[in-house]
Every structure is written in structure tokens, then in C-alpha cells.
């Protein structure tokens, strides 16, 4: 239809041109003496036209003709560009389907190309570390590395990913560092971070670091918890011998992560060893009146250091609700025994005793029956815990 169209429409002009042509009596008279040259105004219109035409397209040819070896040289590195590329494509490919050693090598022929040297070199050096080929590995980043400008976070973050798989976290933890200064803080940055300063048993850093992983949804509420709680554990277990020392990071600990049932059971006992047993108990209590724990209950026996009264109160409260808790049994016990109230003491461990032996309950029985002199008593439960403790 576009072609019935351009061809009506030449139609026409011609028709047009024919009809302006045909009413034209103009001349023109050329005169170069001797000679005398008349002309149509027509055949001069015509041939002025015919004339500039050719002049362009000589002009055009001329140019084309003295651009060719520019156009031949752009030819030339458009097909090296396209193949560098298409190089560096199988380079990928072949890592990511295990082909290490091709991918070296499509790496090795995509380098050639500066646009894409950086990629290729760290494509190779991937390659060249999953094949545990070091030599290889250390020559492919240096030659990253000659590219600094435009590859340098690349290769900061490939080298501390394979210092990690490697299992050399101080050299990852370097490289780390390096990114850090630069301001270089993302996701991926982050989980690296964590990963090298709990290998490194740095807590304060792992505790820091997780807490941003969180913040950037980048961990969920249970992986979080899981390493937070292993960092305060790992860290209080550190300070396990300064008992201001525990006290002080105890306080430092925020409230929100204090609601982990599973922390604070396990950090009650390294706060009761160094006496600092009664920072625990608001903690306790809290999540205890929000959800009744049997083993929680327990540890509050060990937290009521010069408050035992008071204690043995609320207690005494909680038991009227679970009157049959052998968890909250023994830790009335030892609050009896702190008191000074032998005769509960003795009521309390025994109950708890009969409703889920164990090795602390038999050694409270025995300390308590030594007290009150009854030692052949004390001896039977020392016999039953060492007893229960080699079970």
C-alpha cells in the first residue's frame, strides 16, 4: 500500500513538473565571446540540478573513500569487543556449571579486551581458586588489581569471600576492614563480616554486625536471636572470672533481647558462680508471669542472693498455682536454705525430689542433712547424685 502511494505521488510531481515546463517560454542567453549560447530556462533548471546531484554524490564518495580505513579499524575492534564479550560469557558459564579450567581460559581470552578486564580477571580467579590452584588465584587478582579504579570493590569482596571458604579469616577480615574505611557497608558486606568475626571470636563486632543484618531485614527475627544469643553467651563465658565485669555487660544488654527464654537460662548460672545472681531476677520474674518455664523457675533459687524473704513470697505465690513444679520446688528449696529455714528447705527438695530427680537436688538434700548433722543421710544423696551424675 506505501508503494501505490510513493508511486501516485511521483505520478503527480511529474505531471506537475511537466505542466510548469510547458507554460515556461523563458530563456537564457550565455554569451563568451566569439561565442553566443542560448539556452531554454528549462534545460538549465535541469541540467543545475543534474549538476549539484553529481557534485554531492562525488563529494560523498571522495569522503567515504578517505574514512574507509577509520571504518575498517572501528570494524575491527567491534568484532574483537564482541568477542571479548562473548568470552567472557563462557567464562561465566563454564564457573557456574563447574568447568573451571575453560572458564580460565575463556577468561584469559576475554582479558584482552580493557572493557572487560576487570570481570575476566576476577572470573579466573574464582575459577583458579575452586580448582585450589593458589598460583594461579594470587597471579589473576594481581592482575585485578592493576585495574583499581573500577574493580577495586570486587575485588575486595572476592578476595574476602574466598579468604572465607579458605578459612582464612584474618586475611578476609582485612579486606573487610578495607571496604569498611571506604564506606563500602552492604548486605553482602555484612554477612561476610559476621561470618569472619564469629570465626575470630569477636562478640562485641558479631553482636554489632547482627544487629545491622536485622535492622536491614537481612536476618529474621530467629537467626538473629540464635547469634545474639550465642554472642552474649560466648562473651559472658569470657568474663565468666570478673564478677563487675559480668555485671556491667549484663546491665549493657538491651531489654528486647532479655526476652530470650534461652539466654537468660543460660546465662543465669555464670552470673550466680560470680555472685551476681540477683541482677537476674526482675528478668526472670518478667518472663515467668508472661509464660510459666519449669526450668526458668529453677534458676530463680539462684538469683535472690540478701533478698531470700521477698523471694521465697513470690514463690510461694507461684507455687500455689503449680503446686506440683519440680523446677519451682527445688528453687523454694534453696530459698528456704538461704533463709535459714532448714525444716521447708528439706520439705521443698524432697518434694521436688520425688516429682523429677537430679543431681542438684540430691547434692542441696546432702549440704542441707550435713548442716542439721544427720552426715549418714547426707551420704546417701551424695551416693545417689554421683550415682545419677555418672548415669
Not at 135 to 152: N, P, V
Request: proline letters at 2%; glycine letters at 6%; hydrophobic letters at 50%.
Amino acid at each position: 500500500m506505501r508503494a501505490l502511494i510513493w508511486l501516485i505521488g511521483i505520478f503527480a510531481l511529474a505531471a506537475g513538473v511537466a505542466m510548469l515546463a510547458s507554460v515556461n517560454d523563458g530563456y537564457v542567453l550565455v554569451v563568451v565571446p566569439p561565442w553566443r549560447i542560448q539556452l531554454s530556462l528549462n534545460l538549465l533548471i535541469v541540467g543545475l540540478i543534474v549538476a549539484f546531484v553529481s557534485a554531492y554524490a562525488v563529494l560523498r564518495i571522495v569522503r567515504r573513500t578517505m574514512a574507509l580505513p577509520g571504518r575498517v579499524v572501528q570494524y575491527r575492534e567491534r568484532r574483537r569487543k564482541e568477542k571479548a564479550g562473548r568470552a567472557l560469557r563462557d567464562a561465566l558459564r563454564a564457573l557456574f556449571e563447574g568447568r573451571f579450567a575453560q572458564s580460565v581460559k575463556f577468561a584469559a581470552a576475554a582479558f584482552g579486551d580493557s572493557d572487560n578486564r576487570s570481570m575476566a580477571a576476577l572470573v579466573a580467579a574464582r575459577a583458579a581458586h575452586a580448582m585450589r590452584d593458589d598460583t594461579r588465584y594470587r597471579i589473576w587478582l594481581g592482575k585485578s588489581a592493576e585495574q583499581e579504579d573500577e574493580s577495586r570493590v570486587a575485588r575486595l569482596m572476592t578476595e574476602a569471600e574466598l579468604a572465607v571458604e579458605g578459612r582464612r579469616f584474618e586475611e578476609a577480615a582485612e579486606r573487610l576492614e578495607n571496604l569498611r574505611l571506604a564506606g563500602h557497608r552492604h548486605i553482602a558486606a555484612l554477612r561476610l563480616s559476621l561470618r569472619v568475626a564469629s570465626a575470630l571470636a569477636r562478640w562485641e563486632e558479631v553482636l554489632r554486625t547482627a544487629r545491622q543484618l536485622h535492622k536491614h531485614k537481612a536476618l529474621s527475627e530467629d537467626q538473629v536471636r540464635s547469634v545474639l544469643r550465642r554472642a552474649h553467651l560466648e562473651r559472658l563465658r569470657e568474663l565468666a572470672g570478673d564478677a563487675d565485669g559480668l555485671a556491667a555487660y549484663w546491665r549493657e544488654i538491651p531489654a528486647d533481647e532479655l526476652n530470650d527464654r534461652r539466654l537468660v537460662e543460660r546465662a543465669v548460672p555464670y552470673l550466680a558462680e560470680a555472685g551476681q545472681g540477683a541482677l537476674a531476677r526482675r528478668t526472670l520474674e518478667r518472663l515467668l508471669d508472661a509464660e510459666w518455664d519449669s526450668g526458668l523457675a529453677r534458676l530463680y533459687g539462684y538469683c535472690c542472693e540478701g533478698d531470700a524473704v521477698d523471694c521465697l513470697a513470690r514463690g510461694e505465690k507461684w507455687l500455689r498455682m503449680y503446686p506440683k513444679d519440680a523446677g519451682l520446688l527445688f528453687a523454694l528449696g534453696r530459698l528456704c536454705l538461704n533463709a535459714q529455714l532448714w525444716g521447708k528447705a528439706q520439705s521443698y527438695l524432697e518434694a521436688s525430689l520425688n516429682l523429677a530427680p537430679s543431681v542438684e537436688t540430691h547434692l542441696a538434700l546432702a549440704g542441707l542433712l550435713e548442716r542439721l548433722e544427720r552426715a549418714d543421710e547426707a551420704q546417701a544423696h551424695y551416693r545417689a547424685a554421683a550415682q545419677r551424675s555418672a548415669a
